[in-house]
Nanobody, 122 residues
Framework: QVQLVESGGGLVQAGNSLRLSCAAS????????VGWFRQAPGKEREFVAA????????YYGDSVRGRFTISRDNAKNMVYLQMDSLEPEDTAVYYC???????????????WGQGTQVTVSS
């Protein structure tokens, strides 16, 4: 059974940093691209970042480019999202996902985690 588990969320003040982790079980994460998405209350799910299977290419949403960094450690079957200079607008539930069915920056991924809450106070 494939399971993705996000961790590292929490409550932080604006300007601070958090690092989210995405762990996979029952699945070889290194074979596929992985994306991070977020969804704030009352808003649609938003693409945040993605990384190709070997880490060679990364993609970012406009609102996080320059502040967030996605990376992966295939030996550990893990993907990370380093979030710096956090803003209150970054408050959302963050999800990792793998096996994009179409565009890597789209939302059609085969497997999704349950999400981790990130709250940024002003």
């Amino acid at each position: 059974q494939v399971q993705l588990v996000e961790s590292g969320g929490g409550l932080v003040q604006a300007g601070n940093s958090l690092r989210l982790s995405c762990a996979a079980s029952g699945y070889v994460l290194s074979d596929y691209a992985v994306g991070w998405f977020r969804q704030a209350p009352g808003k649609e799910r938003e693409f945040v970042a993605a990384v190709t299977w070997n880490g060679a290419l990364t993609y970012y949403g406009d609102s996080v480019r320059g502040r967030f960094t996605i990376s992966r450690d295939n030996a550990k079957n893990m993907v990370y999202l380093q979030m710096d200079s956090l803003e209150p607008e970054d408050t959302a539930v963050y999800y990792c996902a793998t096996e994009p069915q179409r565009a890597i920056m789209g939302s059609e991924y085969r497997y999704w985690g349950q999400g981790t809450q990130v709250t940024v106070s002003s």
